[in-house]
């Protein structure tokens, strides 16, 4: 049984960081690419980072053009686990957020949604103005 869990969301100011983490179980993290998404009510989930580990030395990211140098994707694969940090939130950057979880052999663009197999909960990300 897979889990996600994700963690660390809340209220911030803007200009603000927050770091989510994501605690995967029933998966061996370095066999999935790993994505974090987001979801403001009414819209559709909206891709953030992903992660995808090759090797030691080549654990290959992709941002989101509106998150490039302001957030980091991070993978723990000794504690399964995948985090975002966030910098310099907006409020704009409001939402639900998601981790995710995709076997790399997937058929499909990992910036989108339907490619990834399991999801977490969210957690919410609220930024004040």
């Known amino acids: 049984q897979v889990s996600l869990v994700e963690s660390g969301g809340g209220l911030v100011q803007a200009g603000g960081s927050l770091r989510l983490s994501c605690a995967a179980s029933?998966?061996?993290?370095?066999?999935?690419?790993m994505g974090w998404f987001r979801q403001i009510p009414g819209k559709e989930r909206e891709f953030v980072a992903l992660?995808?580990?090759?090797?030691?030395?080549?654990?290959?990211?992709d941002y989101a053009d509106f998150v490039k140098g302001l957030f980091t994707i991070s993978r723990d694969n000794a504690k399964n686990t995948v985090s975002l940090q966030m910098n310099s939130l907006k409020p704009e950057d409001t939402a639900g957020y998601f981790c995710?979880?995709?076997?790399?052999?997937?058929?499909?663009?990992?910036?989108?949604?339907?490619?990834?197999?399991?999801w977490g909960q969210g957690t919410q990300v609220t930024v004040s103005s």
């Open positions: 992660s995808r580990w090759r090797s030691f030395w080549n654990i290959e990211s």
């Open positions: 995710a979880a995709a076997r790399p052999g997937r058929v499909g663009d990992f910036r989108t949604a339907d490619t990834y197999e399991y």
């Open positions: 029933g998966l061996t993290l370095r066999n999935y690419v």
